[in-house]
């Protein structure tokens, strides 16, 4: 089936072209991204093809997720290497987690920190999260929980939930400083209500400890309506283990919203790991779709990538979509 595209005098799409990748407006660019998943991914390999390195890191994730495209491993890191060699600090990070979970490459957590930690000096907040937790739990590398600690912060300061729910964990445990319950609560809080399933849950415990049952309810039950599959599948034998019965039902319904969920079990050609919920990978393509048109793609040559009038670039924070989520 055929539409029009929106212009005057045009009866029907006009099939993907470099011509008409260089003069597509805001509105086609929405539409493309909204239509049929064989007209964006056309679009967004065209683009990807030619050096467009944010359309280089989403086409990445896409054969990474298997979404619109086939699950390829090798793919995706190949797109990914391809975007970080033209300047995409969103690919490094992306680089350091395939050599951190084997995607597409074998595991080597060396190569992951290199990687982590240039992403992470730009400024890049998962990037910095990553670092953190590379130290933080000695994954193939030295340990060190105030390097570790000095990450999160950073991270934590451009609003990273994630880095929050840690720096939380921190203060909890006394690692790399002394125990301090309620800087842990205060931390937890601000992630939980960043959306970190994690601090949701530590922050609902935290406060049970504290004998404030009530206040805790509603935060474990955020976690269990929000949390990821890796997520839920921790959490729900630890609310299943509690003696009060609406801590239990919480477990219940967490297992069947895992079950539901059907998660990456791992294997062969699958490792394991959280991955990128639609949602976020839709949302992704449309901070695509913000780019191309930021950097009026349809207006200048692409031999020279995703750089605009006189070589400027896109501000990293308008055009930067996070890596996969991590739960610990």
């Not at 990070?93 to 597409?104: A, K």
């Not at 590398?141 to 105030?146: A, S």
Request: with cysteine; glycine share 12%; hydrophobic share 45%.
């Amino acid at each position: 089936m055929t539409r029009a595209t929106g212009r005057p005098g045009a009866a029907r799409r006009e099939p993907p072209s470099l011509e008409r990748l260089r003069r597509l407006d805001a509105a086609e660019w929405a539409r493309i991204l909204d239509a049929d998943g064989d007209e964006a991914v056309a679009w967004i390999r065209l683009a990807a093809e030619h050096g467009f390195k944010a359309a280089q890191v989403v086409l990445g994730q896409m054969h990474l997720d298997g979404r619109l495209v086939p699950r390829d491993l090798g793919a995706a890191y190949g797109w990914f290497s391809r975007a970080a060699r033209i300047g995409s600090i969103e690919a490094v990070n992306m680089v350091g987690r395939c050599h951190e979970l084997g995607w597409g490459v074998p595991v080597d957590h060396a190569q992951a920190l290199i990687h982590f930690r240039k992403a992470a000096a730009a400024g890049h907040a998962w990037g910095q999260y990553n670092v953190g937790t590379l130290l933080l739990y000695g994954n193939g590398v030295r340990r060190d929980h105030r390097e570790a600690y000095a990450w999160f912060r950073r991270a934590a300061a451009q609003g990273h939930a994630k880095a929050m729910g840690m720096l939380g964990r921190f203060h909890e445990e006394g690692w790399a400083q002394p125990i301090d319950r309620t800087a842990a609560l205060t931390w937890y809080r601000r992630a939980a209500e960043g959306g970190d399933c994690w601090a949701q849950f530590n922050l609902g415990r935290l406060l049970v400890e504290g004998g404030r049952t009530g206040e805790a309810l509603p935060w474990f039950a955020r976690a269990v309506e929000g949390g990821s599959a890796n997520c839920l599948r921790l959490i729900g034998p630890l609310l299943l283990a509690r003696r009060d019965a609406r801590f239990r039902s919480l477990g219940l319904r967490a297992l069947e919203r895992c079950a539901a969920a059907s998660p990456d079990a791992g294997g062969p050609d699958r490792p394991p790991g959280p991955r990128v919920r639609p949602a976020l990978l839709a949302a992704r393509i449309r901070t695509l779709a913000a780019c191309l048109v930021l950097l009026g793609l349809g207006r200048f040559v692409l031999a020279g990538g995703d750089r605009g009038p006189a070589g400027q670039r896109p501000s990293s924070k308008t055009c930067a979509s996070s890596a996969s989520p991590r739960i610990r």
